[in-house]
């Protein structure tokens, strides 16, 4: 059974950091790849970034250069550190996992960051 468990969500002025966790559950955790998503009240859900098997990661332009996705294969987790956050990065954050599928077949239940102005 693989389950996904998301902390540190928090309030925090806008130029703060915060560094969000993806704690997963489950064989074979180095072979996913892992992603983070994201949904304001009132719109879609986004795609935040992404981080393979490799390490090999990749972003939307809107958090480029200050958010870095990170993974510890030996504690089966993920990060999310966000840096410069702004007012509209307020949102749910969610991590997901693909298993191997080739789709996100894994979510998290969010964790919620709110960013001051």
């Known amino acids: 059974q693989v389950q996904l468990v998301e902390s540190g969500g928090g309030l925090v002025q806008a130029g703060g950091s915060l560094r969000l966790t993806c704690a997963a559950s489950g064989r074979s955790f180095s072979w996913w790849r892992m992603a983070w998503f994201r949904q304001a009240p009132g719109k879609e859900r986004e795609f935040v970034g992404t981080?393979?098997?490799?390490?090999?990661?990749y972003y939307t332009d809107s958090v480029k250069g200050r958010f870095t996705i990170s993974r510890d294969n030996a504690k089966n987790t993920v990060y999310l550190q966000m840096d410069s956050l702004k007012a509209e990065d307020t949102a749910l954050y969610y991590c997901?996992?693909?298993?191997?599928?080739?789709?996100?077949?894994?979510w998290g239940q969010g964790t919620q960051v709110t960013v001051s102005s």
């Open positions: 997901a996992g693909d298993t191997g599928r080739g789709t996100y077949d894994y």
């Open positions: 981080i393979s098997s490799s390490d090999i990661t």
